[in-house]
DNA sequence: GTCCTTTCTTGACTCGTTCAAGAAAGCCGG
DNA sequence: CCGGCTTTCTTGAACGAGTCAAGAAAGGAC
């Protein structure tokens, strides 16, 4: 793969580029949805000694910079992915936890207007659609939920 | 306030009517929202010795019983409420954490279908809105921001 | 190359949540 | 109303993702 020109990307968002944030941003290329443990072991095939505080920071960094999302549905550790700016959400698996993205479900960003605002000013709608992916359905009731909430259909 | 047959919920749906149980049912009547430190409080006001394991055990159990629901935002601790089976969502401010209630915005349940399922059985859509409540936007930026995601207009 | 600032390393620590073993309480049948 | 079985509660320890803090190292502007 040729190096991306992630350097770039850092120095756009007025970052400094640092190996553990190059390594960070190539390890969410090559793992889209990582959580933290994945994003510490990747980092440390390219910079093997990198600390996890430095990931930990590097990632809130990066999130807030806006080149990287965080997702953490409940019951699961913080994950992240590449992919933002575009308008897309996820799917998650009570089971085993595997993410995967759905295009927004309804056209363009804003995609959803709360009915009531409360007062509040909205910036984002987060959609999370809750379910079972085609392996643990075929595995059936022989593995282990990890967040046993009942399925209410909201 | 009349005693609420919350005792008659609990057998309904097959559960042992057991002290803390009723007190956090209770609890939640009171406090919409309320994260767990605040539950166990609240049950103690009932049932000044409930050991916090107990109030864990009832909620978890009465999340699975369906009489209760689970909210969990990014970077807050887990919340609970009574408000079950219609088809409801949540503001929730990023600065200090509060949560109001959205009705569906779409209409009736299921209100979103996404647009690739990716194999996976969905059962349930949550949607969160991101935002800042009236409080916190009065307050400016004199507040600390508990998450600082950069908001990413999905 | 120098200097200032930001970032990384190291290591301890917090706090929500879970685990485990035994005691207590709920509930069913008689 | 009581015995007995099962579930639930108490107590206390443990776990682990994430955070904090102080000093060392590296980035980058001049």
Redesign the interface.
């Known amino acids: 793969m040729p190096p991306l020109d992630v350097a770039d990307l850092l120095r756009g968002v007025g970052l400094r580029v640092t190996r553990p944030r190059v390594a960070v941003l190539e390890a969410l290329e090559r793992l889209p949805h990582a959580d933290t443990g994945d994003v510490i072991d990747a980092a440390r095939r390219d910079v093997p000694d990198v600390s996890h505080q430095a990931v930990y920071d590097s990632l809130?960094a990066l999130?807030?910079?806006?080149l990287v999302?965080?997702i953490?549905p409940?019951?699961h550790t913080?994950r992240y992915e590449r992919r933002?700016?575009d308008?897309?959400?996820h799917?998650v698996?009570r089971t085993c936890g595997t993410i995967?993205d759905?295009?927004?479900?309804?056209g363009e960003?804003?995609?959803?207007?709360?009915?009531?605002?409360?007062?509040?000013?909205?910036?984002?709608?987060?959609?999370?659609?809750?379910?079972?992916?085609?392996a643990c359905?075929r595995a059936g009731s022989t593995a282990t939920p990890r967040d046993?909430?009942?399925?209410?259909?909201?």
């Open positions: 809130a999130t807030e910079a806006g999302r965080r953490q409940h019951g913080a933002v700016g308008n897309h959400h799917v698996c995967a759905v295009d927004c479900a309804t960003a804003p995609c959803l207007v709360p009915s009531q605002d409360h007062g509040f000013v909205i910036d984002e709608a987060e959609v999370i659609f809750w379910g079972t992916c085609p359905a046993p909430q009942t399925p209410a259909p909201a």
